[in-house]
């Protein structure tokens, strides 16, 4: 195969989406100055939006290729354009030959712990996955229920169940890691039942109502395996013998013995963070962001980004993502932004507002989201306790809590009116999507004061990198604290914790952040375990 890139295609030549392939396979022939016959197969590896010129908009493809003759073509080649392939093949590592007692354990069913599962169990180690919250379809319904009523069930919720936080997000799957892991993850999606074009497009994303059917059918292959999924199923302490991992403590009842355990926490089990803390797991607080979610129009952002291209089929709903580094020494940014989504509660504690962000697919929805968060580090947390970064995260939950009115309705301003220090009274063009729902407050009581100054400065910087961005009557909904674990579980090169035969995994254990990187950790962290032992 032969990797073909810079391919650009305006806008304006591709009137169809079902014409987009026959397009394509005509500027790849001119490129290659080769004849149809002459081309055995393609597929687009990489597919990218170029809108740098609003009124010139161009999708940019990487395309490889099978064709005859491939030596003599690429010998007569003068561009960095046309080039061998990458071998991009997952080699999967060979097993140990130290013999397990027990089935390894899987404490979690987030991205990582599915992966970690998924990879074990088709290699014969019959792993036993664990979560305190329920399967997906049971999980909507107790979800809908906290959206809808307010009743919130602290064990089955945005933040716990099948798929983890992950699964009421946007299915966002871009990464900053550089991973052949990753290709293995795209295509088990694709397996799972996402659509095809997550392989390739350079902002590949699922939504929501896709997520929650192709979790289910990661969990029935696990199952077909060899492997047991256990829902409703908390661990309440660990039983530890001479610094080995021995046993877990089940719903404060039940013993499940145990010599590997893979700790894919998620990074909202605080209380297992703390029974942790108390038999000695090494852990250190890490620096994550605070801050809300901020929605346009979705309309406005489109516009903003392609201009009078705008709801072209083609392009579909536009995102951003924005930056800004302030002289006070603090950085804001945009982070899962939701074009066509909703602003969700996602609180999992009683007494506390936490928000986060929701689409579908189709992306489809009125209303544009973005996370406007503000760094914060161990220095912020006023104490060097590895936990001091979960009691600062619910400080201000809590404070939303209480603004919102004591019912999970969550604190809600005007941009403008948050500019200027005054309280909102009414909506404009953007009607929130947070349910419960909102009540007008001011957002600087409920986030640090410096937090509060830098996004202030941050939206009107952005303003003038995004037209619209400090639209008067978009609106701030806070407060948004679980944007990644607020702290790291030790682990040393071999994956393991300070308790052996205890395996920090994914974005809860601090190795990840979203679903690609807590997915890729799940597989490495699962290749350590293969590594040592031989399958049961």
Known sequence: MIRVSNIKIKLSEIADPRDEIQVLKQKLLLRLKISEKELKHFKISKKSVDARKKDDIFLVYSVDADVNNELRLLRRSDTKNIVPAPDMVYKMVRHGSEKLTERPVIVGMGPAGLFA????????????LVDRGEDVDSRVKKINKFWNEGVLDTESNVQFGEGGAGTFSDGKLTTLINDKRCAVVLEEFVKAGAPKEILYYYRPHIGTDLLRTIVKNIRQEIIANGGEVRFKTKVTDIIVKDGNIHALKL???????????????????????????????KMSPKSFSVGVRIEHPQNLINIAQYGDAAGHPMLGAADYKLSYHSKRGRSAYTFCMCPGGYVVAAASEYNSVVTNGMSEYRRDGRNANAALLVGVTPSDFMSDDPLAGVEFQRKWENLAFKLGGENYMAPAQLTEDFLHDRKSTGFGSVTPTYKPGVVFSGIKNCLPDYVI?????????????????ALPDSVLTGVETRSSSPLRINRDEKFTANIEGLYPVGEGAGYAGGIMSSAVDGIKTAEKVIERYSPL
């Not at 599962?117 to 036993?128: A, E, H, K, N």
């Open 117 to 128: 599962g998924l990879t074990l169990s088709r290699y014969g180690y019959r792993p036993i």
């Open 453 to 469: 100054e830098t996004m202030k400065e941050a939206i009107v910087y952005f303003d003038s990198k995004l037209k619209g961005f």
């Open 251 to 281: 719903n404060n009842t039940e013993t499940l013995y145990c010599n590997i355990v893979l700790l894919a926490l998620g990074h909202s089990a605080r209380d297992t963070y703390e029974m942790l803390d108390r038999h000695g797991v």
